[in-house]
Each structure stands twice: as structure tokens, then as C-alpha cells.
Nanobody, 115 residues
Framework: QVQLVESGGGSVQPGGSLRLSCAAS????????MGWYRQATGKQRDLVAH??????TYADSVKGRFTISRDNAKKEVYLQMNSLKPEDTAVYYC??????????WGQGTPVTVSS
């Protein structure tokens, strides 16, 4: 069992930056593919980015603006979000994925981008 706790969400003006953090406890953190997903009101939950020890994947909509990173020693994963746009407004969820039957979600942290 892996517990995930996100932090760092909030309100920011367009063009601003936020850094999300996700702290994990339990489980072998290094074995998991860690990711960030987001869900806007009335929409499905979509991938933002995920990271393994070997590669990174980003949604096209965030490439060049967002950066995902992880610290296996601290059992944390981060999402640096720059040049934020109103369409980035959503609840952001941390995900730990081992295989199709084993994955865990955090409770989510809201991000609002508005002038």
C-alpha cells in the first residue's frame, strides 16, 4: 500500500508558476512509475506527465512549460509548472503505478489560473 499526499496547489495569474509536490509513504517508491494527472470540472482525468528511472512523458499541452522530477531518497515527486494558462485550471492528482492492477492516487490539490 502506498499513501500519496499532494501539496503546492493554489491560485495564480496567467503566466505565473507553481510547484506541486507529492510525498509517498509505504511501498518501494523506486519501483513505481510516478505521475501527475489533472481533472478539470466536468472533464475526464488526463495524464500531465509521468516519470520512471529511465524516461519522462509529457502531455502535448504542457511540453516546454511543465517539468516532472522525482527524488527517490525522499520518496517525493514534483511538478514544476511555468507559464500557466487558464486552461491548466484543474485538480491535480499524484499517481503511483506499478502495473495494471496496482496503482495508487493522492487526494488531489486544486490549481486555479485566473486573472
Amino acid at each position: 500500500q502506498v499513501q500519496l499526499v499532494e501539496s503546492g496547489g493554489g491560485s495564480v495569474q496567467p503566466g505565473g508558476s507553481l510547484r506541486l509536490s507529492c510525498a509517498a509513504s509505504g511501498g518501494a517508491f523506486g519501483l513505481y512509475r510516478m505521475g501527475w494527472y489533472r481533472q478539470a470540472t466536468g472533464k475526464q482525468r488526463d495524464l500531465v506527465a509521468h516519470i520512471t528511472t529511465r524516461d519522462l512523458t509529457y502531455a502535448d499541452s504542457v511540453k516546454g512549460r511543465f517539468t516532472i522530477s522525482r527524488d527517490n531518497a525522499k520518496k517525493e515527486v514534483y511538478l514544476q509548472m511555468n507559464s500557466l494558462k487558464p486552461e491548466d485550471t484543474a485538480v491535480y492528482y499524484c499517481n503511483a503505478y506499478l502495473n495494471v492492477t496496482v496503482q495508487f492516487w493522492g487526494q488531489g490539490t486544486p490549481v486555479t489560473v485566473s486573472s
